[in-house]
């Protein structure tokens, strides 16, 4: 299936996932089942379904043909090069092409002297006035090109201003960045473009990003740090005429592969391979050299040959526009595009039902738990009242005085209760003052200060070290508050489910292991940085550094912020279920005294009153059965995928 049609289906099977979470929210409101937490957590579910994006990266030394590439994939229907792309340096900045439906199309660029600062692109996001904004005219190509060159522009700055800006001048012919004869640095006018377009995919939550080659990549740690790891796919590309330079090589073992194996997502595209279209040589033998070119490029990064994926962006795009399917054939673009939607949507799928399933299940779970015990109360009333057939007053007096000792003794079992609430909260105010980031700003701040104040390379060393050790030192203390509050209330739920009958299971576990391993990673990368920086730099050492660490922080500061927000989850997850049965648990202890103490009073005849609790037991079966049906067609879109086929065609 091309790429475009599996994006669709995506989307499809996407919105019937929203459609029926959102069924299973109203029927909830509609009976009463939910309260205010619940509803928060279905809207923010449903709010992510709706912005969720899709990620896909295009990375590689400059002209590799990327935008060619993006070009032949996704604007070959614009019957012309919406990128621009040529033989020399083309795209000067990180170019994102996506769609948000609240902004006119337009393409955003934001000024290379931001760099300066120590802001990273993503933080400048929230200010639009500190972008520069064409308006994109879709109904005309070449106003479009037009506005697109803008992502080739350079501008001419001192060399002073050009260092400050972070590129590194030479003077020699390998460096990118010369001292011209008027002694001024050619560098890119923009920092990074953002293009507002609305193409269908992008429409439907693609994003696709563009990059330029290693020395643009490098300077922007954000791109190594997050966009890249974060990214769904990744496509590298060689070209086939250069083979694996040691700088393609760089790119790859830098911000592809960091870490050793590579991700899922990653796939390495050979272009150009039109170079070898000789004429002279039979089709078989131009297949054979190709695939030697392959297999070798294979060798150099380490993949098995069949993750290299030869094709022609040129003679692709060329071939889309004219409609020509031979040479579609010919270009492999279709092949890879078909391995791309493979690697692609049944990945993202994967991480959408994986969230799905957490929060939906804990939701729909809770809520059959809810049922379940109001049915248990209501049958153990309804076994009471039977029991009280044809018995006499005194007996009539016996029970009440049975449930009305059971109530005593509960209410007397919720001091229990209230004291672990106020044990909770003391727990998580522990957990907090580790993992919250009143904390981590603290540190942060510390680390600031004393790089200010170094004036050894081994001083700006050990303040990263230690502020990497101090931070996961956070994590460790807060991994074992965490512990301390789950088996706390482990012995809680157990407690309650002993004595009083109530439906707890055990408590979620939680740990905060991938943030540890996320600092884990971000400190390797800045040990491998670091080193290279501190001997590298001579000028101006403090500055970078200062640069470079603000870049670090933020990435750690965004871990803590999404600890933060699991641990709130997992607290309300935890504690929830058991407010929820204690309250429910209170209300039918009531109701069995109330029922009794009327049919004593004779307010009621029990044969009334049996009728009448036969009938909510019913309610209560059909609301369960409904719960099963509603939730089931959610359960059902979670499956994977073939599972899923198969249901259907059945
Ligand atoms: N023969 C041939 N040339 C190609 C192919 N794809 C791209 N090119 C050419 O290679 C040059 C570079 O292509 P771009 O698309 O600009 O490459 P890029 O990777 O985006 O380069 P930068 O933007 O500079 O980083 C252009 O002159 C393209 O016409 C291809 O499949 N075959
Ligand atoms: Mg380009």
């Given amino acids: ?25 109203g029927w909830l409101n509609r009976n009463e089942l939910s309260d205010a937490q619940t509803d928060l957590r279905l809207t923010q579910l449903l709010e992510r379904l709706r912005e969720d994006r899709l990620n896909v990266a295009f990375v590689a030394e400059f002209s590799r043909g990327k935008s060619e590439l993006i070009n032949a994939i996704f604007f070959a229907d614009y019957g012309n090069r919406m990128l621009p792309s040529s033989a020399g340096r083309t795209t000067m900045c990180p170019t994102e092409l996506l769609f948000d439906a609240s902004k006119r199309p337009c393409i955003e660029l934001l000024p290379i002297q931001t760099r300066a600062t120590n802001s990273g692109v993503i933080e400048y996001k929230s200010f639009p006035e500190e972008w520069t904004a064409v308006p994109l005219d879709t109904e005309s190509p070449n106003g479009m090109q037009d506005a697109l060159s803008h992502v080739s522009e350079t501008t001419r700055v001192t060399s002073e201003e050009a260092a400050r800006l972070g590129f590194e001048v030479g003077q020699g012919d390998a460096e990118l960045y010369r001292v011209g004869e008027d002694g001024l640095v050619e560098v890119p006018r923009w920092r990074h473009a953002m293009i507002n377009f609305p193409h269908p995919l992008l429409k439907q939550g693609l994003v696709i990003l563009d990059t330029p080659g290693l020395n643009a990549i490098g300077a922007e740690p954000e791109l190594t740090l997050s966009q890249l790891p974060s990214a769904h796919a990744v496509l590298f590309i060689l070209a086939a005429d ?45 297949d054979a050299e190709i695939q030697k070119q392959a297999a070798s490029c294979a060798r150099i990064l380490a993949l098995p040959t069949s993750q290299i994926f030869p094709v022609s962006a040129q003679k692709g795009l060329v071939a889309k526009i004219n409609g020509d399917n031979t040479l579609l054939e010919r270009s492999r673009l279709p092949r890879l595009e078909s391995a ?8 993202k799928r994967d991480i959408v039902c994986e969230n799905t399933e957490s929060e939906f299940g804990d939701v729909s779970r809770r809520v059959r738990g809810l049922l379940e015990s109001r049915l248990a109360g209501l049958r153990e009333q309804l076994t009471e009242l039977t029991e009280l057939r044809g018995k006499n007053k005194g007996v009539v007096e016996y029970m009440m005085g049975k449930v009305r000792a059971e109530k005593d003794e509960f209410e007397s079992g919720l001091q229990r209760y209230y004291a672990v609430r106020s044990v909770f909260s003391t727990l998580t105010n522990n957990l907090f003052s580790h993992l919250g980031l009143d904390s981590l700003r603290q540190l942060t701040h510390e680390t600031r200060e004393t790089m200010l104040d170094a004036a050894f390379s081994k001083t700006l060393s050990e303040a990263m070290a230690t502020y990497f050790g101090r931070s996961r030192e956070a994590l460790t203390r807060s991994n074992s508050e965490i512990n301390e509050i789950l088996s706390m ?66 990435q750690v500061r965004r871990a803590f912020e999404h600890a933060n927000k699991d641990a709130e ?10 407010e929820t049965q204690v309250r429910e648990h209170q209300i039918q202890l009531k109701r069995r005294l109330e029922s009794i103490k009327r049919i004593h009073q004779a307010t009621d005849t029990l044969e009334d009153r049996i009728a009448e609790l036969d009938n909510v037991e019913k309610n209560l079966l059909q609301q369960i059965q409904s719960l099963e049906d509603i939730a089931g067609r959610v359960r059902e879109m979670l499956l994977p995928l073939d599972v899923q086929q198969e249901l259907e065609a059945a």
């Avoid at 299936?1 to 299973?24: D, K, V």
């Avoid at 989850?569 to 058991?578: H, K, S, T």
């Fill in 569 to 578: 989850i997992w607290l309300r997850a935890i504690m929830a279920p058991m």
């Fill in 340 to 347: 791309l939607s493979e690697e692609l949507i049944p990945a």
């Fill in 242 to 286: 250069t083979g694996v330079t040691q700088s393609d090589l760089a790119i790859w073992k830098e911000h592809i592969c960091g870490g050793g194996t590579p991700k899922r997502g990653r796939m390495v595209v050979m272009n150009k391979i039109d170079g070898q279209w000789d004429e002279l040589k039979t089709h078989v033998e131009i």
């Fill in 489 to 554: 209330m482990a012995a809680v739920y157990k407690k309650f489910a002993v004595e009083h009958g109530l439906k707890l299971g055990a408590p979620t576990a939680f740990s905060l292991l991938r943030y540890e391993k996320e600092l884990d990673r971000l400190q390797a990368w800045c040990d491998s940085h670091l080193n290279t920086m501190v001997s590298l730099l001579t000028t101006d050492k403090k500055h970078i550094t200062q640069k470079f660490f603000e870049e670090v922080a933020v």
């Fill in 1 to 25: 299936m091309s790429l475009a049609n599996q994006f669709a289906a995506y989307t499809a099977w996407r919105s019937r996932l929203s459609s029926h979470i959102g069924e299973f929210q």
